[in-house]
């Protein structure tokens, strides 16, 4: 049985793994389906400055719940929630694991899911929704959290709309966070428009219905959110793009009172104080939980047709070096990329 590895910066390869030892209040888990994040591009690009190698990649994770150290455990179906809070931290010892300051990210600070099996503590398995398919549950962690996106950005419209208004929400990166957000948007009744400088990811996302885009290589984002809104800008804005811009620019196309929501990883960006202050722009950081996996579930099954097209490839162990080398140089190219590790 094989795992992939990454040895060093952009150097993965496959090598034999085999079954860990179970500590005690550990479970182990045979591992189904590994789903690549950008997290996983960013560590095997060398990108984060304390990144410890060699280290599995694999931030999505389904799997099989075998055997529980101490304890039985009927064999379930399960999801690993990709973040796992320090435990040491002020917000972990007042008891707020979900705020941890220093959580450890599957496939970044712990091994990833492209292996056959991993030990984990026993109550970090969430069982999966019975009636997703394995190529499709294991995006449900990534689903949910473009659902709390949504439902965080929703959350501050209702004080900046009148009933009889659409309700604009600007999702910057089209990526599958993104895209998911914006689907999930108009589902909710919000009039997505989605931003990124890839065209394909645009025509992708028109394909499934995300009727307003916008490619900021063509078009000022200003300009455009200022036509399709009608001259009001957004109520919200949602970044999953890493652009140092896009927090710029989000913050330019909100209306007075609207709601920024930032994800995901920003060395490079600053926030505009004096915009967000002046224009009363409440400002959220909004983290990954191991909540909305039910209704993630539910929302796959509405959009499976969708879910297909932004499942770039599915690979063997055997094809992810090389898999890795190209999402690396060109990550834009890629949406979901999902190893099969049965
Ligand atoms: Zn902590």
Redesign the pocket.
């Known amino acids: 049985m094989s795992a992939v590895v990454v040895r060093q910066p952009r150097i993965a390869d496959i090598e034999d793994y085999a079954m860990p030892e179970l500590a005690d209040g550990e479970c182990l888990v045979r591992v189904l389906r590994a789903g690549l994040g950008p997290s996983d591009i960013h560590m095997f690009r060398g990108d984060y400055a304390k990144q410890h190698f060699p280290r599995i990649p694999g931030t999505d994770v389904l799997g099989i719940v075998e055997t529980c150290a101490g304890s039985f455990s009927p064999v379930r179906r399960v999801l690993i929630p990709p973040t796992i ?5 002020t ?2 010892l007042a008891g707020d ?1 979900h705020l ?4 450890g990210l599957i496939g970044r600070e712990r091994d990833g899911g492209m292996r056959p099996w991993m030990s984990v503590p026993a109550g970090l398995p969430v069982t999966a929704p019975d009636d997703v398919g394995d190529d499709t549950a294991v995006c449900i962690p990534d689903t949910a959290f473009a659902l709390r996106l949504v439902g965080e950005a929703a959350a501050g419209i209702g004080g900046v709309t009148r009933r009889t208004e659409d309700a604009f929400l600007v999702v910057f990166g089209a990526g599958f966070l993104g895209v998911v957000a914006s689907l999930a948007a108009a589902e909710q009744g919000f009039r997505p428009i989605l931003v990124d400088v890839v065209q394909a990811r645009l025509e992708l996302a028109r394909e499934m219905g995300v009727r307003d885009t916008c490619n900021p290589l063509r078009d000022f984002v200003g300009d455009q959110v200022h036509w399709i809104t009608r001259r009001r800008y957004a109520e919200a804005a949602v970044v999953v793009s890493e652009d140092p811009e896009a927090v710029l620019t989000a913050a330019s196309v909100l209306r007075p009172g609207g709601r920024l929501c930032l994800t995901g990883h920003h060395p490079d960006s600053s926030l505009p104080a004096a915009r967000v202050v002046d224009s009363s722009i409440e400002v959220r950081g909004v983290r990954r939980t191991r909540t909305l996996y039910g209704e993630a579930a539910g929302f796959i099954r509405r959009h499976l047709t969708a879910y297909e097209s932004l499942v770039s490839l599915r690979l063997e162990p055997s094809s992810m070096p090389q898999a890795l080398e190209l999402a690396a140089e060109d990550p834009k190219s890629y949406m979901k990329i999902i190893c099969n590790m049965e």
Do not use: Q, T, V, W
Not at 100 to 103: F, H, M
């Open positions: 809070s320090c435990g040491s931290c917000a972990c694991e941890c300051l220093a959580p």
